[in-house]
């Protein structure tokens, strides 16, 4: 079988998300197990290369883990063949100058979410990419999830009969950073700086609901600034001037009621760090990132509220694990893959920019809910930029 080389430039390889998920977790893994495998048996090997602002940092990378290539010059790599693939991993507030340089250099781009800071930007991306004819992908990370992927499989079973809800909490206590320093980086934080969990998670809802669920038809949010100061990097006390949750309530195509929570300043009282409950005609299920269990009509137990007594029904022990049947990889790991298949050899792949744009767009609209009190219907959109 002849086998070939992709060349990935990996921008902001040296950031949390871009040095864990995507170089670690996800093209050094592809690289240890020997490439990707297409369709016909052949094999693609990766070959990234390290790009950043930090000529230190990135020789230091290089050589902890034994990578030829890294460089400072990000138009250079771009100018360069042997670099197909785009992968962007910066702040948000630098993304879209960079993306908007890979189309012009005709790479296919995949990138972390959102796209862009804002809808306009997002959706100026998606059409430039398709004027270009460049292949695009963004992550979605959490459909790739086990316990996001048997839930999917159950709703494809059709085990919930007709669905008629759904209600997720997402969050955990982030760290004000004075006496015990905060486990995200400062600029979630900051407005002004891209930061704020309503542009930070609803971009993930939006591909989650519309692609497990159905299509996002409105939204009705408040989004609220909780911890008001916070502490740096470097111990500098700061206005925390964005979001730090998000409360929120959307109506997905076929009448499904979908209520999410999205919080850094909750502490966790439940089995994941996020969890969500479906609730249908026959079944019910409660998911995690890994774990998922169902309540089927026919063994649901049948309450009765008295508060005169102490119920005596033991409610958790009434589900049933859902079991996990094969080997689930890391899903950055898994979407890459398919990403690269994409590239290669045309396979489907479609988390693209434009389901990037639809999430920052539910973002948007998610803020402007909470500022005017008002629910919010969401177009559905296309790359000529029309509402349709
Ligand atoms: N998919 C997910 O679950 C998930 C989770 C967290 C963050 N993210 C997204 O990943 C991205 C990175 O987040 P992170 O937590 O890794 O942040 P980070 O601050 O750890 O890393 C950001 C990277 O951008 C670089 N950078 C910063 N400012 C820059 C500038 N002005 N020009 C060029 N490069 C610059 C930094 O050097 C660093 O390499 C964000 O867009 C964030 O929304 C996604």
Redesign the pocket.
């Known amino acids: 079988m002849s086998e070939s080389t992709i060349g990935i430039i990996m921008n902001?390889a040296?950031?949390?998300?871009?040095y864990r998920q995507h170089l670690v977790r996800s093209i050094l893994a592809i690289r240890e197990q020997g490439g990707v495998e297409l369709a016909d048996g052949r094999r693609v090997h990766v070959r990234p290369l390290l790009v950043?602002?930090s000529e230190d940092k990135l020789a230091e990378l290089a050589k902890r883990h034994d990578i030829p290539d890294y460089t400072t010059d990000l138009d250079g790599a771009l100018a360069d063949p042997t670099w197909q693939i785009y992968g962007d991993?910066?702040?948000?507030k630098?993304?879209a100058a960079a993306i908007k340089k890979a189309i012009a250099a005709g790479k296919a781009i995949y990138t972390?979410?959102?796209t862009a800071e804002n809808y306009d930007d997002a959706l100026e991306l998606a059409r430039l990419a398709s004027e270009a004819g460049v292949k695009n992908g963004v992550?979605h990370?959490k459909l790739y999830l086990p316990g996001l992927q048997k839930l999917k499989r159950l709703v494809d079973s059709g085990f919930f009969g007709q669905i008629l809800s759904v209600r997720g909490e997402f969050g955990y206590w982030v760290f004000e950073g004075d006496w015990h320093p905060a486990q995200r980086?400062s600029?979630n934080y900051r407005a002004e700086d891209g930061g704020g969990i309503t542009v930070?998670m609803f971009p993930h809802w939006s591909y989650v609901l519309e692609n497990i669920f159905g299509r996002v038809e409105s939204v009705y949010a408040r989004a609220v600034t909780h911890i008001q100061a916070r502490v740096d990097e470097e111990g500098r006390p700061y206005p925390a001037t964005a979001d730090d949750a998000a409360y929120a309530i959307f109506e997905l195509e076929g009448g499904i009621v979908a209520q999410l929570n999205s919080s850094w300043a909750v502490r966790v009282n439940r089995d994941e760090l996020v969890e969500f409950q479906v609730d249908g005609t026959h079944g019910s299920a409660v998911v995690g990132l890994f774990g998922c269990k169902i309540q089927p009509r026919n063994a649901t137990p049948k309450p009765v509220w008295n508060p005169d007594l102490v119920d005596e029904i033991d409610y958790a022990s009434t589900w049933l694990d859902v079991p996990t049947n094969e080997v689930f990889e890391n899903g950055f790991k898994t979407q890459w893959e398919d990403f690269i298949r994409h590239v290669v050899d045309d396979a489907p792949h479609h988390y693209d920019f434009l389901a990037g744009a639809r999430g920052m767009l539910l973002a948007e609209k998610g803020l402007e809910s909470s500022r005017s009190g008002r629910r919010i219907d969401l177009p559905i959109i296309s790359v000529s930029g029309a509402r349709v």
Do not use: Q, Y
């Open positions: 902001g040296s950031g949390r998300m871009g950043g602002r991993f910066l702040v948000t630098a993304r972390e979410k959102p992550v990370d980086p600029w930070d």
